[in-house]
């Protein structure tokens, strides 16, 4: 009786498209779920009589219905906008220490310098416009020190962060290539869970790092950095290595025994790299130029005077002897207000043979002043070498700002283009639903009327059952 | 078969709102502060340009805080050469009075002592200090300018009047780029060339001695006309910084009206984005809140 075990074949092919639809609707809200579709086929007939009977359905497979051009897609600009974001984080702490505006920033301590010279000139004996002098010094010395040791502390905690990225990079390497060890053994039937996950192990891995991804024959994938050293190949995974660079302090990365620091790109590692190494080092570089400029034009000038007491003037700031680490060294040298050199005359003998000094004198405060005026930073002024500073890291900030946007903005139309090929509808799903349970209601039905035909010929046509 | 759509609309949702939500926060953090820059990223050229705008402001103040302190010093020196020029004149008319030949001995020892007397007046006068300083020392401001001792030849003779200052004059910066002197030495003024103080000294010594007294008021009409040429230095340098405060002045509007151009918002459009940004947040939650309200299921029973 053939047509009872085709009966049958259809309540099993009913009950898989049941069982596939029932897991869809549970995982609708599942991340990383790719929906799943039962795919059928006749079964091959049988000939009889010069007639061809169908046997029935079979399942072939479940599969799930997904895009990988799309997925790729994806991590790919997952990987550019992690980067521009971990950039721009850390440099919006960066700029908000020069938001002049609101504030922060050296303008103030700046001009407070010159200004303090300026008014000095003024009266060059007066020793509250002396001490005023040696206030102001203090403060552009100490707001040069204070943001030298904020953009180390944000240097620092980068290092940190590079750290803790690649410990995360290995971790999900390793989980990849378990993945992978599962999926060469597995059969073609049960593998879409595993696909599903190493597919979300691979999107968070584009969040840390840019990666090539090749698909091998076997199922497995290949997953290597930007700059092709191997991550994962096959069930093996490699690590990446970490070691402080004895000549900046600066973590850098390896791997297999090769620096790779400045080679990576994409992901929050490379956006962390470029933020510490391009972004806080050159502004520290900056403001290093910066306060050893101020201070070598200031210390020459100052030397050229002469004292409230007649003496020849010492160096106003005390700074290390090469350009690297003055803005967190500098400190100012003089003391005493009667130290100031306004005056840029030396002391003369008077008729009576006593010592004239001209204490009234303020060319030399002057001419302290008329050092802001000058190209005396990187061939600049002072004041425009630092807004330039403030110009160019806020371009930086703005450009990444921006580009993580649009990455971002990407990001969420791919996904919506993923989720239009392999997100569950509830609607579609619905109609399955109904689509099985009818087919599986007739499909018993036939059982029903098999069940009656034969029993009616065993029992010669008297029924015997209802 | 149409195209699949995207069943999650979920996802449009929340980067609707995510993104409304950004407009207004960035609105609202505009209209709060009042300004358009808030960090430099916002607008790097202006924001660069407001620190230069912000370092002429900070240059404005302290002019204007030179030009009140340098005025007082130029007032007290003018009213002290006003003090200078009276004292000389008085001097004149006590000569052409010690001129008249009907005069007694005693009565030309009597005008000597007077003259004496303008003498050292006028020694504090040219002594003038200000805020500590003496304002006729040249750049030796600490020294007393003007000391005298008596006439070796004859002690009943006038004082020997000296000069210890310097013959230098200080500069001072009243705009950017703009520096005026603030002194003259008292060797411009008093001593050297037409010496008001040896003039002096010569009216009563030739009082005194009944010596050559017409020859002795001319050099002192001589120092006289000298001391009111050079008290005009004052004159011209209290409208110079008068002018200078009052371009200070402007210019402080001007920096801030540049300021606000640079990093300030548009009321008008502010509010208007501040607006646009709710709007288009409500419609957004709006949306989001009809999602999925209907499926097939609800009319499957």
């Known amino acids: ?466 | 078969m149409s195209m699949r759509v995207n069943p999650n609309l979920y996802l449009d949702a929340t980067d609707a709102l995510s993104l409304t939500q950004s407009n207004e926060d960035q609105a609202m953090r505009q209209l709060s502060s009042g300004r358009r820059v808030n960090s430099p990223s916002d607008d790097p050229a202006a924001a660069a340009e407001n620190v230069g705008v912000l370092y002429q402001m900070s240059a404005n103040d302290t002019f204007q805080q030179n030009i009140s302190s340098i005025s007082g010093g130029l007032q007290t020196a003018d009213s002290a050469l006003n003090s200078a020029v009276n004292l000389l004149t008085q001097a004149i008319s006590l000569g052409v009075q010690g001129g008249n030949s009907d005069l007694t001995d005693a009565n030309r020892q009597q005008l000597a002592q007077e003259v004496q007397d303008i003498q050292s007046q006028l020694m504090s006068v040219a002594n003038t200090s200000y805020q500590g300083n003496y304002l006729f020392a040249g750049t030796a401001t600490s020294t007393q300018p003007y000391t005298s001792s008596p006439d070796p030849t004859d002690s009943s003779n006038a004082a020997i009047v000296t000069y210890n200052g310097d013959n230098n004059s200080t500069q001072a910066e009243i705009s950017n780029g703009q520096f005026m002197q603030t002194n003259l030495p008292g060797s411009q003024l008093f001593s050297g060339t037409s010496s008001a103080f040896a003039a002096l000294k010569n009216l009563s010594d030739a009082l005194q001695s009944n010596g050559d007294v017409g020859s002795a008021i001319t050099s002192l009409q001589t120092a006289l006309q000298y001391v009111t040429g050079q008290r005009t230095f004052y004159g011209t340098a209290l409208q110079q910084v008068q002018s200078t405060e009052s371009f200070l002045n402007s210019d402080k509007v001007e920096l801030s009206s540049e300021q606000n151009s640079l990093i300030g918002i548009d009321m008008d459009q502010a509010v208007t984005n501040m607006q646009q940004a709710e709007v288009a947040r409500q419609a957004a939650l709006a949306a989001a809140s009809q999602i999925d309200q209907n499926s097939l299921l609800d009319y499957l029973k």
């Open chain 1, 1 to 466: 009786m053939g047509s009872l075990s085709i009966a049958l074949g259809g309540l099993q092919a009913d009950e898989s498209g049941l069982s596939v639809t029932s897991n869809n609707i549970s995982n609708i809200n599942t991340k990383g779920y790719t929906r799943q579709v039962v795919e059928l086929s006749e079964q091959s007939p049988l000939e009889s009589g010069g007639l061809s009977y169908g046997t029935g359905v079979s399942v072939d497979k479940i599969t799930s219905v997904r895009d990988t051009i799309l997925e790729q897609n994806i991590d790919a600009a997952t990987q550019q906008q992690s980067q521009s974001q971990a950039y721009t984080n850390a440099m919006t702490q960066v700029q908000s220490m020069f938001n002049d505006s609101s504030g922060t920033g050296l303008q103030s301590a700046l001009s407070g310098f010159y200004n303090s010279f300026t008014q000095l000139a003024t009266n060059p004996t007066d020793s509250a416009e002396r001490q005023a002098v040696i206030s102001a010094a203090q403060t552009l010395a100490s707001t040069f020190n204070q943001m030298a040791g904020n953009l180390n502390n944000i240097d620092a905690n980068l290092d940190t962060q590079v750290g803790a990225d690649v410990q995360q990079i290995n971790s999900l390497a390793s989980q990849i290539a378990s993945l992978n060890g599962q999926l060469s053994q597995a059969g073609q039937q049960d593998n879409n869970t595993l696909l599903d996950q190493r597919d979300q192990l691979v999107q968070q891995l584009s969040g840390l790092t840019g990666v090539t991804i090749t698909n091998n024959s076997d199922g497995t994938i290949s997953v290597a950095t930007a700059n092709g050293s191997p991550l994962v190949s096959g069930a093996q995974a490699s690590t990446l290595t970490t070691a402080v660079n004895p000549a900046n302090g600066h973590v850098d990365v390896f791997a297999q025994g090769t620096d790779i620091t400045s080679a990576l790109s994409g992901g929050d590692l490379a956006g962390t790299i470029q933020a510490r190494d391009q972004g806080v080092g050159a502004t520290l570089s900056q403001l290093d130029t910066l306060a050893a400029g101020i201070a070598s034009s200031a210390n020459t000038a100052h030397e050229a005077g002469y004292d409230l007491n007649g003496n020849a003037g010492q160096a106003l700031f005390t700074v290390p002897s090469s350009v690297p680490g003055t803005a967190s060294a500098i400190s100012v040298n003089i003391t005493s207000p009667d130290e100031i050199a306004a005056s840029g005359t030396a002391p003369t003998i008077g008729d009576d043979g006593t010592t004239i000094t001209a204490s009234g004198d303020n060319s030399n405060a002057l001419a302290i002043a008329a050092l802001q005026n000058q190209d005396n930073v990187g061939g600049e002024k002072a004041i425009d070498y630092y807004s330039n500073l403030v110009a160019q890291l806020g371009s930086s900030v703005s450009q990444a700002t921006a580009n993580s946007t649009a990455q971002q903005a990407a990001i969420t139309q791919l996904q919506q283009q993923l989720s239009s090929v392999s997100g569950v509808s509830l609607d579609e799903e619905s109609v399955n639903l109904i689509q099985y349970q009818r087919a599986y209601q007739a499909s018993a039905q036939v059982i029903s009327v098999v069940n009656t035909l034969m029993s009616d010929a065993i029992n010669l046509g008297v029924s015997t059952s209802a």
